[in-house]
């Protein structure tokens, strides 16, 4: 069994940009995390930032992408895709790694929902918490059933 999922805190690089694609409005941006290590060596700190591309379909998130500013941090759950393409200009084929995002989630005390008059159930809740009930919630919902032909075995034995 093998599990795609992601779970990223940064803090958003890039304003979002709406593209229809396919028929469909998408929000495009980037979130950029930061790693600090010690070079034993050069005796020295190293600050390494990884920019993340990021893929939200509006439809189903209900994400209002105008309280999406530069800087604002976020907690996002979601699963890695790879586009291919060949690219005409260059006659060579192309690839790019992105998160498809799931859920998303303001942790600056602002929220990218559209106001529903109450509070999601897990308002303040601190982002380890979230990733780990989020990871159970993945793994619960992967082990669940089994599929094909086992399924009919095990209804047939009920």
Not at 28 to 38: A, D, K, L, M, P
Not at 71 to 78: A, D, K, N, S
Not at 81 to 110: C, H, N, Y
Request: charged residues 25%.
């Amino acid at each position: 069994m093998a599990i795609n999922i992601v779970f990223l805190q940064g803090t958003l690089s890039t304003v979002p940009q709406v593209r229809n694609i396919n028929g469909v409005d998408r929000a495009v941006f980037n979130v950029s995390t930061y790693e600090t290590w010690i070079d034993k060596k050069k005796n020295a700190t190293v600050d390494h930032r990884e920019d993340h591309v990021c893929v939200i379909r509006l439809d189903w998130a209900g994400v209002d992408v105008n309280n999406l500013t530069l800087g604002t941090p976020v907690f996002i759950e979601g699963n890695l895709r790879t586009r291919r393409w060949f690219d005409k200009k260059t006659l060579s084929p192309r690839q790019a790694t992105e998160i498809s995002v799931q859920k998303l989630r303001m942790l600056d005390g602002a929220s990218a929902q559209p106001p529903a008059g109450e509070m999601p159930a897990d308002a303040g809740m601190p982002v380890e918490e979230m990733a780990v009930e989020a990871a159970a919630e993945a793994v619960a919902g992967a082990v669940a059933e089994p599929q094909g032909e086992d399924a009919h075995e095990t209804a047939a034995e009920a």
